[in-house]
């Protein structure tokens, strides 16, 4: 819920921060409570304050609290990651995604193999495990990567490669 | 690998957007060739030449281009999402990882099922399943949420959950 520091005597964050008068129509105070200094000090150092400003003019008010949100979190992902940011996250998520897939249909196979031979005759059972393993098949898994590619994947993976805990003893080549 | 415009005649990318001279030192110019105009605007759109440059400057000169290329990754998901940027691929990677681990755990669960029940004998199998399903339980999952926390999720699950295709038709709940 966005607060509304209007109501009360105390400026928003980002005119507390920029030294300023914070008037009633503040496009940062619903967003940038008082009690809350560093969201509004990490999104200015990022990305500035006139960006952030004329961001949140160019989208609907009632997306404006999410936008300040992913803003705050890029903002804080970058500050403890200058180099990769929250860009790194993505290539994390998006290897364990690719690895966990590849872990799933090993596990289809293998218990597709073992029904088969353990009930032949059983088509009940093989009906079912062919309906889990199209609900990850193709498709779906394809339209988030074209949705979001990494385009500068090899840099990534070269820097992740060797000291990243999800890396660590994952017992894959 | 970075281009180098200083050593041609045309300014780089950045200063010829903002219209300067190109010196020999620019900061921009190995990672802004002329010939990608758009990297350059884009970055300068979402964060501003100088919070880019300052940047740059906080970090390693072998670490520049990695960073230069994951803020222009940033910049363009911002551009095509202004309101999740690319936190939204965070939360949609996050969300798919649960799934795939979930979908995991219990085709182990199966397959553990099914072997102890065909071969109530063979400790062979049954181990061998143990280890693949020990993988991926528990801790490196642990490690990737603690480190990539996603603080908003509520928010971006609404926005998700009617209209992205990584939601269409997966049978869950």
């Known amino acids: 819920m966005a607060s509304s520091s209007n109501y009360s005597n105390s400026p928003c964050a980002a005119c507390k921060f920029l030294r300023r008068k914070c008037l009633p129509d503040c ?15 990490n999104v200015h150092k990022i990305f500035g304050a006139s960006n952030v400003s004329k961001l949140l003019n160019e989208i609907q008010p009632d997306q404006r609290e999410d936008a300040v949100n992913s803003l705050a979190y890029e903002a804080e992902a970058r500050l403890k990651d200058p180099v990769y940011g929250c860009v790194g996250a993505i290539s994390v ?4 995604v690719i690895r966990l897939q590849k872990e799933l249909d090993a596990t289809n196979a293998d218990l597709m193999r073992y029904a088969s031979n353990a009930f032949p005759g059983n088509s009940g059972l093989t009906n079912q495990m062919g309906r889990r393993m199209s609900q990850y098949s193709g498709s779906s898994f394809g339209q988030i990567y074209d949705q979001y590619p990494t385009p ?3 840099s990534w993976d070269n820097s992740f490669s060797g000291d990243h805990p999800d890396n660590a003893g994952d017992g894959n080549p």
């Open 27 to 41: 496009i940062f105070a619903p967003y940038f409570p008082p009690e809350e200094p560093h969201k509004f000090a």
């Open 93 to 96: 998520l998006q290897r364990q």
């Open 152 to 154: 500068y994947t090899s």
